[in-house]
């Protein structure tokens, strides 16, 4: 499967300001998914990073608050804007690929905590 | 109701012993599932796909109920190694998206 890492690995940081986070895989793949994951929860789907075009979001975000850029097939952007506490959580990145194009593999992912 | 329940356990199990845990989900109409293997502060890794009535990987063995919409994880002669939570995904109908379960918290005992 192909290789995806993120950047940062974990972030503390300020209620108001804003994170980006990075995610890089080692092929192109066509399907690029943002995850939330709060303490205890299940992950939750925050968007589809279209490569040329703007995200689609899943119901309750919203692209103001988490805007995302995917300039082509290898990397994408995640970015937590005017961070509360409500945000901190982990956010990973996905693609789909191999032979059913439902299968899905993750990024390590950002640890964020917003004081 | 959510789209895939899983009960978090913990589920203790003494090292050589078999556990099994079931997982429900509501989209009757999906075909796809998966289990994925998620280690403390780690990302889920996919264990195993379910794409008909099951499916049998070493030690472990998924299967799917579709009359009763659940699908289950037996785990045989448990290993230390294999304490995780082991996460239910449902691919919903019609738009194709992972629907996660909060896992299943497996605890291997010496």
């Known amino acids: 499967s192909a290789v995806i890492s993120q950047k940062p690995s974990r972030d503390i940081c300020q209620r108001g300001t804003s994170l980006t986070i990075q995610c890089q895989v080692d092929?192109?793949?066509?399907?690029m998914f943002w995850y939330r994951q709060q303490p205890g929860q299940s992950l939750t789907l925050i968007a589809t990073?279209?490569?040329?075009?703007?995200?689609?979001?899943e119901s309750g975000f919203v692209i103001d608050k988490f805007p995302i850029s995917r300039p082509n097939l290898t990397f994408s952007t995640l970015t937590v804007s005017n961070m509360s506490p409500e945000d901190s959580s982990i956010y990973l990145c996905?693609?789909?690929?191999?032979?059913?194009?439902?299968?899905?593999?993750f990024g390590p992912g950002t640890r964020l905590t917003v004081l | 109701r959510k789209e895939v329940e899983q009960d978090p356990g913990p589920f203790n199990v003494p090292e050589g012993a078999t556990v099994a845990f079931n997982c429900t989900y509501s989209?009757?109409?999906?075909?796809?599932f998966f289990w994925y293997r998620q280690d403390c502060r780690k990302e889920p890794k996919l264990l195993m796909s379910?794409?008909?009535s099951g499916n049998e990987d070493g030690r472990f063995t998924a299967q799917l109920n579709r009359a009763s919409q659940y699908i289950s994880l037996l785990i045989r002669d448990s290993k230390l190694s294999d304490s995780a939570t082991y996460l239910c995904?449902?691919?919903?109908?019609?738009?194709?998206?992972?629907?996660f379960g909060k896992g299943n918290q497996v605890v291997v005992i010496p």
């Open positions: 996905s693609v789909e690929e191999g032979h059913h194009t439902d299968t899905q593999y």
């Open positions: 092929s192109q793949v066509t399907m």
């Open positions: 990073a279209n490569q040329g075009s703007e995200a689609t979001y």
């Open positions: 989209n009757s109409a999906s075909q796809s």
């Open positions: 379910v794409y008909s």
């Open positions: 995904v449902a691919v919903l109908y019609g738009n194709n998206r992972l629907a």
